[in-house]
């Protein structure tokens, strides 16, 4: 069992930036594929970013170039560097621990979230 603890959300004037922060529990992370989701009121959940075991990423199309996702095997942490903020990127953020995709269902841990605000 994998717990994940995000951490970096807050208020934000468009245009600025976050750094949100996911710490695993199990030694094992390093052999998970890593993601973002994100999921606004009212709406589904949304994939926004993930990584691979081997550092490989790949990006939504509506955070490609703004947001960047890197990981630190040593210290079990993902990161997910947000850059050029929009008040439409205002929504909670998931980290998840899984196998390579863009789909909720090919992560099997998720952590608790965190409030990301952004403010126009």
């Known amino acids: 069992q994998v717990q994940l603890v995000e951490s970096g959300g807050g208020l934000v004037q468009a245009g600025g930036s976050l750094r949100l922060s996911c710490a695993a529990s199990?030694?094992?992370?390093?052999?998970?594929?890593m993601a973002w989701f994100r999921q606004a009121p009212g709406k589904e959940r949304e994939f926004v970013a993930t990584i691979s075991r081997n550092g490989a990423t790949y990006y939504a199309t509506s955070v490609k170039g703004r947001f960047t996702i890197s990981r630190g095997n040593a210290e079990r942490t993902t990161f997910l560097q947000l850059n050029t903020l929009k008040p439409d990127d205002t929504a909670v953020y998931y980290c998840?621990?899984?196998?390579?995709?863009?789909?909720?269902?090919?992560?099997?841990?998720w952590g608790q979230g965190t409030q990301v605000t952004v403010s126009s």
């Open positions: 199990e030694r094992t992370f390093p052999t998970y594929a």
């Open positions: 998840a621990a899984g196998r390579w995709g863009a789909s909720p269902s090919d992560y099997d841990y």
